[in-house]
């Protein structure tokens, strides 16, 4: 502890002097991370979720998400992980769930299909996250001109003609979504199926005696919710 070699910039236009900041080591990334999780254990359901839609105001806004990671921060990822939300999202490429809530590495456990169907292999996903890593928000994140539940609403002939997994899938989206009105306006027809279907995995999740079990103890909660994709906006479903 004789020497220290610090990097600084010298701003000309106003003689300020900027001292930059070492990158942390490893070890002081995993203490850091460390501390993060103890003080987010303190969080409630509800203020995870005001976090998550601060997240996605942001993103809204084309304000920068959280910047990249330094080489240290990713080993240090390597130690552990302590996400507080868990998101069934559909696998659709146009929604990039890390992006939309201007999240970063570990700050999210996403299980994806099509659909956002909280089938056994999605359910068994959560589970995990729920039981073993404490998740304190679960989400289902439907979006605006899902391809899955747009061909759930097809005869039922037709969709016997998917591959077995496929159309096993799609029934099981068309029997939630049941006898929807057919509206005249395209968009808010679309808009009315995903969160038709998003509230029916919501139900299905909150039927799971894990889960009922958490949100009786005040230590969960599960929303629904809808991408808006032409604005990059995450409605809340009620």
């Known amino acids: 502890a004789e020497l220290k070699i610090v990097g600084a ?3 000309m236009a106003t003689g300020t002097v900027h001292f930059l900041e070492a990158d942390k080591t490893v070890d002081e990334c995993v203490e850091c991370n460390a501390a993060a999780a103890e003080r987010d254990a303190s969080l409630t359901p ?3 979720l005001l976090r998550l839609k601060a997240g996605n105001e942001r993103y809204c806004k ?5 910047p990249p990671l330094s080489l240290n921060e990713k080993q240090a990822l390597t130690v552990t992980q302590k996400p507080l939300v868990g998101l069934l999202s559909c696998a659709d490429s146009r929604v990039p769930v890390e992006l939309i809530f201007g999240a970063g590495p570990g700050d999210l456990f996403i299980a994806r299909n099509a659909g956002n169907v909280f089938a056994p292999s999605t359910a068994a996903s959560l589970d995990y996250g ?4 404490g998740i304190k928000l679960l989400v289902v994140l439907g ?3 899902c391809g899955a539940v ?3 609403q097809l005869p039922s002939d037709a969709i016997a003609g998917e ?3 496929l159309a096993s899938l799609l029934a099981d989206i068309k029997k939630g979504l049941g006898e929807l009105p057919q509206l005249d306006e395209a968009a808010a027809h679309d808009r009315n199926a995903v969160s038709t279907n998003v509230r029916v995995q919501v139900a299905a999740m ?3 005696p894990v889960y009922a079990a958490k949100i009786a103890a005040a230590e969960l909660k599960i929303v629904g919710a809808f991408y808006e994709m032409a604005t990059g906006a995450v409605h809340f479903l009620e």
């Open 9 to 11: 910039f010298y701003e």
């Open 46 to 48: 509800d203020e995870v």
């Open 130 to 133: 729920v039981k073993h890593l």
């Open 143 to 145: 979006h605006q001109c």
């Open 150 to 152: 747009k061909a759930a």
């Open 62 to 66: 084309n304000e920068p998400g959280k």
């Open 163 to 165: 591959t077995p997994p």
């Open 206 to 208: 909150a039927a799971s």
